[in-house]
T-cell receptor, first 114, second 115 residues
């Protein structure tokens, strides 16, 4: 069975600081990887996704993530966070041939202090 | 293009009752899945439907059921509600649910409180 680990449960940063949120997954086959964001009181929104090709994926709002197959990792990064990035971030994995069942990490709450 | 629409947005039920939640996927999307989100357990997969057939199921008791109609709209039902069923129930849709390019889009969710 696939699983996803997000090591940081709660991260507090000052504005303009750099962000890196860890995500590791366990699955032996080919996977699709996602980062979703949930702003306070809002629904899950897709930040970025990896299906194949260039392992460095750029998403919305200046976020990017790098798929490192040898490390089973898909860490999310942003060079300079803003107060508006305060949200909960979820890493997710799907077996590329396994329909729509997506396994989510437990989420990381990011708080950006002005 | 309208997003994934879920109704009702908020509801309160009593233990032992049953509840039905509705989801309208994005137009043209045929795969619909349901997730339960709670502070303690995070996001957990309930089940997925495609062309009116359940294709995948998570580890939830039989009290949780769902169905999909010919227009791809889906409903999920929880019978004999328990306090622990209080959660945000999210519906998601994608074109076919599998293969490259099948990004999954989420609705705003239905907040269920069981008292």
């Amino acid at each position: 069975a696939q699983s996803v680990s997000q090591h940081n449960h709660h991260v507090i940063l000052s504005e303009a600081a750099s962000l890196e949120l860890g995500c590791n997954y366990s699955y032996g086959g080919t996977v699709n990887l996602f980062w979703y964001v949930q702003y306070p009181g809002q629904h899950l929104q897709l930040l970025l996704k990896y299906f194949s090709g260039d392992p460095l994926v750029k998403g919305i709002k200046g976020f990017e993530a790098e798929f490192i197959k040898s490390k089973f990792s898909f860490n999310l990064r942003k060079p300079s966070v803003q107060w508006s990035d305060t949200a909960e971030y979820f890493c997710a994995v799907r077996n590329s041939g396994g329909y729509q069942k997506v396994t989510f990490g437990t989420g990381t709450k990011l708080q950006v202090i002005p | 293009k309208a997003g994934v629409t879920q109704t009702p947005r908020y509801l309160i039920k009593t233990r032992g009752q049953q509840v039905t939640l509705s989801c309208s996927p994005i137009s043209g999307h045929r795969s619909v899945s349901w997730y339960q989100q709670t502070p303690g357990q995070g996001l957990q997969f309930l089940f997925e439907y495609f062309s009116e057939t359940q294709r995948n199921k998570g580890n939830f008791p039989g009290r949780f059921s769902g169905r999909q109609f010919s227009n791809s709209r889906s409903e999920m039902n929880v019978s004999t509600l328990e306090l622990g069923d209080s959660a945000l129930y999210l519906c998601a849709s994608s074109p076919t649910g599998t293969g490259a390019g099948n990004t999954i889009y989420f609705g705003e969710g239905s907040w269920l409180t069981v008292v």
